[in-house]
Structure formats: C-alpha cells, structure tokens
C-alpha cells in the first residue's frame, strides 16, 4: 500500500482518477452498460481528454474492458462461437499490435543512431570553427599591437 503522506498532490491526484475510473467501471458492468471512454468520463465525473490523452493507462483498462464486455454479449448472442476464440483472436491482434510497435521502435532506434552521429558530427565542426574564430581574433590582436609599436 502506498504511504499517501509522501505523494505529491499530483501523484494523490493520480490515484484518485484511477480509483473513479474504476469504480465507473465497476458501476456500468453491474448496470449492464456500454462501456466507452465517453461513458466513464461521465459516470467518474472526468474529462474525456484526460482518459484518452493524458492518460494511457487508464484508455487501454476501459478498451480492454468493453473488449471483454463486446466478447461477452458476442458469445452470448451467438453460442456456436466460443468465449475462447474471441479471446484468442484479441491475443492475435495484441500480438500483431506489438510486432509493429516493435518494428517502429526498431526505425526510431535507426533514426536515433542516426541523428546523433548527425549531432556529433556538428559539435565537431562548431569546435573547429571556434577554434579557426579564436585563432584568426588572436592574430589580428597581435598584428594591432605590432603595428601600434611602429
């Protein structure tokens, strides 16, 4: 459990919309309700912004529970399909889902590579350009003290 005497008011704020979010949850499965991201908000007194943007977590809890809730009303309304092969084919689709996040994420690490060899790359150059900078600004001082001794 956590210690709420430590916890920011941000993190205490945090907790408090998940356990609304829930028990929203909770509410409209027992009402036999549509679950969306639409009917939480209103039922746990939220924004819908705060469930589909800024907070992930809380999006993939209400879409995996209407999944199981469509599953459910699919398998009772059609009794030859099983509750089993509306689960497996959510697993497929997950583990679809995550093969191109990892492809995606594979690209990014390319691009990442790539753009910081780029940046690298620069600072080298911004060194050296300084340095001539520095070099040439010497050499004129030295040249002003010269010809100020003539």
Known sequence: MTNKNNLT??????????????????????????????????????????????????????DEVSSLQNDLKASKG????SKGTTQSERLERLREKNKELIEDKKKILEQNITLTKENTRLKERLADLEEKLYSQAELKIVEMKSSNRS
């Open 78 to 81: 059609n009794k030859t399909k």
């Open 9 to 62: 008011l941000a993190e205490i704020n945090r907790l408090r919309t998940t356990e609304k979010v829930k028990e929203a949850l909770e509410i409209l499965k027992n009402r036999n309700l549509p679950i969306s991201i639409s009917s939480v908000s209103k039922m746990a007194n939220i924004s819908r912004k705060t469930i589909s943007t800024n907070r992930p977590d809380l999006k993939a809890m209400i």
